[in-house]
C-alpha cells in the first residue's frame, strides 16, 4: 500500500522561478491497486513519481510505503521497495552487460552480495523462463549485451527486472512514450500480463488517454499540482476519451491543449 499525505513540494521557492509542482497532494493506493496517472505537461506527474521513489524529498507532507516512512529516506535505500522503469529505454540496464548479467542484478537486488559472483544454473533456468513469456525470442540470447538490443527489448527486460523480486509498489513513468506505436504496444500488453500475475500495486503515468482508460482499475488526473480526477470501478469501465476531455473542462473549467496528449489519441 502507498499513502502520500498532503504533499507540497516547491522548485525555485521565493524567486521569480518558483514553481509549485504538487499542491497539498494526497492519495492512496491499496494492495493490488493499478493506477494510471494523465495530465498535461507541468501537472505534476513526473514530480509525484519522484517523491514516492525518493528523487526528491517533499517539503510539506508524507509518504508511507506499507506503514512504513520513507518520506526523508533516502533514494537507493528505498529502492528495495521499489520497483521503476522510465522513459528512456537506455535507464535501467547496463549497456555492455549481458542480459543473463543485468537479471542477475536486478535478481540479486537488496540481498546480502559476496565477493564471489556468478550465475547459477537455477537462476539461468529461471531468467530463460521469464524471458521467454515475452515472446520476443530474448530466452535464447543471454549472452546478448543489452545494448545491442532494440528500445522494446530493452524496455520489456527493464520490466521484467523491476518486478523480478515482486516490489511493494511498481513505478512506471511513461515506459513506452520512446517506443514506435507498435512495439509500444507490445510493451503495454507485457506490462498488463506483469502487473495482473503478480498482482502488482502499481502506478503508471502515461501521455496516451486511452491506455490510462483500458488499463488498470483506477485512473487519476492531474492539473497544476493537484488531482481533479479519480475514477474507478464501472465509471472507469464506461469511460471514454471524449469523457475524460469534458470531465477536465469542467473540474478545471478550462480545455486540454497539450498537444503530445492530444496527438496520442487520435
Partial sequence: MLEIKNVTKIFNAGTVNEKV?????????????????????????????????????????????NGKKVTRMAEYKRAKYIGRVFQDPRIGTATDMWIEENMSLALS?????????SISAK???????MLATLDLGL????????????????????????????????LLDEHTAALDPKTAAKVLEITDEVVSKDNL????????????????????????????????GEEKKNLT???LLQMFANVSGSKLENDRMLLANK
Fill in 139 to 170: 530466452e535464447d540470447r543471454l549472452s546478448t549485451k543489452v545494448g545491442l538490443l532494440s528500445g522494446g527489448q530493452r524496455q520489456a527486460i527493464t520490466l521484467l527486472m523491476a518486478s523480478m523480486n515482486h516490489p511493494e509498489l511498481l
Fill in 21 to 65: 509542482a504538487l499542491d497539498d497532494v494526497s492519495l492512496t493506493l491499496n494492495d493490488g491497486d493499478f493506477v494510471t496517472v494523465i495530465g498535461g505537461n507541468g501537472a505534476g506527474k513526473s514530480t509525484l513519481q519522484n517523491i514516492v521513489a525518493g528523487t526528491y524529498f517533499p517539503d510539506y507532507g508524507e509518504i508511507l510505503i
Fill in 109 to 117: 537486488r537488496g540481498k546480502r552480495r559476496g565477493l564471489g559472483w
Fill in 123 to 129: 537462476d539461468r533456468k529461471l531468467f530463460k523462463e
Fill in 241 to 243: 476519451v471524449p469523457d
Fill in 201 to 232: 500495486t502499481t502506478l503508471m503515468i502515461t501521455h496516451n488517454m486511452a491506455d490510462a482508460i483500458r488499463l488498470g482499475n483506477r485512473l487519476i488526473m492531474m492539473h497544476e499540482g493537484k488531482i481533479i480526477l479519480d475514477i474507478d
